[in-house]
């Protein structure tokens, strides 16, 4: 459409903002800059959560030579931005004198272009090239052994993750898939996370903790765009371990969403575990949850998390491992841990650390007023348990309604058998 037309369906429609946005971009098209721009803060005023206002805004500032407008409309959508108008983001950062958001710019090219050949653009925003950084080893990774006692729990994780990526071979002479999802709930606290960065550990495959916040989007579609992201990189990486806490996020219960977004994430999520156009050899999805009933069912069909698996709190040997962990790089007098271990039936790994936490407190009080160090005795520990409270009651509390009415399909059976347990 002609400027004269947009400007004619505008006067009809005046809060049309996307009508705004294109009129802007037709004037600076014909290089009427100072024009566009009028029409582009407009456009932005009347909705600044739009990609496309920011995007013809910073463009004006870019035909005007306003730096601080380029910052001003892109550095807010930069992840978004393609790899032109980053560059021209970075040297108005730098200009400007924000050369902080200079280099965090720059530092998005260099992951799209892994060879940055601009040396203009790199002598601008970064300056002269550091010194290299002296090479660190790299970080130990858990496996089982730093894992205390819930050894049937351990080899349960060894059949559904660690061996299918250490025997391949033996996996596919019996028609069993290398990839796939596990699913492990339970109390908060409990160390799920904990037990899938051992697993992978174990396993020695790629693990890739994935943090909801860098997947949910405000934008339309991006959500689903990232989350998809991330699959091609892990299979292309493969053997790979996705690890996504708190999995109900991203995966919940289709029913209980209202929003379109909402369920359209869900959606992807399923198509990458399972869909028709999903490679997924040799990538495995853990998600872990303390709210199983809010998953959508459908992931828990076979070929997505169609292993479930229940992480209860700590048993006794667990128990005391944790303690001992906690406890070791602070002074102590000699400690009876197994006598405390019968106390705190049901107490969860972070109830745990609370408990020593309480006790090193009352330990301190002392020393601040003596001007001493003083160890933690045992009365400082009992104390503590007689003034801290395990978490997991409530939880386990719902987890029996859900047992109770709710476990037709045996989803439960491992958190039944806890309890009949106890």
């Avoid at 505008?10 to 100072?34: G, H, K």
């Avoid at 174990?202 to 916040?213: L, T």
């Avoid at 977004?261 to 990538?283: S, T, Y």
Wanted: aromatic share 6%; net charge neutral.
């Amino acid at each position: 459409m002609s400027v004269v037309a947009l400007r004619e369906a505008l006067a009809l429609a005046p809060e049309n903002v996307p009508l705004r946005v294109l009129l802007a971009r037709e004037l600076l098209a014909v290089d009427r800059a100072d024009a566009a721009l009028i029409e582009a803060r407009a456009a932005f005023a009347a909705d600044p959560a739009r990609r496309d206002t920011r995007e013809v805004l910073g463009a004006c500032g870019l035909s005007l030579g306003d730096d601080a407008l380029v910052v001003e409309a892109w550095f807010a959508v930069r992840d978004q931005l393609a790899a032109t108008s980053l560059r021209a983001l970075a040297v108005s950062c730098a200009r400007t004198g924000r050369l902080a958001e200079s280099r965090e710019v720059y530092a998005l090219i260099a992951e799209q272009e892994p060879v940055v050949h601009d040396l203009a653009l790199r002598r601008t925003v970064v300056g002269a090239a550091p010194a290299p950084a002296p090479e660190r080893p790299p970080e130990r990774r858990p496996t089982f052994a730093d894992v205390g006692g819930l050894e049937s729990l351990k080899e349960r994780l060894r059949m559904d993750i660690v061996y299918p990526l250490q025997r391949p071979d033996l996996f596919r002479a019996y028609g069993k898939k290398l990839g796939g999802g596990v699913l492990l709930y339970g109390p908060p606290g409990c160390g799920k996370t904990h037990l899938a960065q051992a697993a992978a550990g174990e396993s020695g495959a790629r693990f890739v903790v994935v943090e909801i916040q860098a997947v949910l989007e405000m934008w339309l579609g991006e959500s689903e765009k990232r989350l998809h992201e991330v699959f091609e990189e892990a299979r292309a990486k493969s053997p790979s371990i996705l690890f996504f806490d708190e999995v109900e996020a991203i995966g919940a219960a289709r029913h209980q969403l209202r929003h379109g977004p909402g369920r359209r994430l869900v959606n992807q999520l399923l198509a990458e575990m399972d869909g028709a156009g999903a490679k997924n050899d040799g990538l495995l999805v853990i998600g872990a949850t303390n709210a199983p009933w809010d998953v959508d069912p459908a992931l828990r069909r076979p070929g997505r998390f169609d292993r479930v698996v229940f992480v209860p709190p700590p048993d006794p040997g667990a128990r005391e491992t944790i303690l001992q962990l906690a406890l070791r790089d602070r002074p102590t007098e000699k400690l009876d841990l197994r006598s405390l271990v019968g106390r705190t039936h049901r107490w969860s790994g972070a109830d745990l650390n609370h408990l020593v936490d309480a006790a090193s407190e009352r330990a301190l009080a002392e020393a601040l007023r003596s001007g001493k160090l003083r160890p933690i005795t045992q009365s400082d520990l009992v104390a503590a348990i007689d003034r801290v409270r395990p978490t997991t009651g409530e939880w386990l509390a719902a987890a029996k309604r859900y047992v109770s009415y709710a476990n037709q399909a045996g989803l439960y059976d491992d958190v039944a058998a806890y309890l009949r347990e106890d």
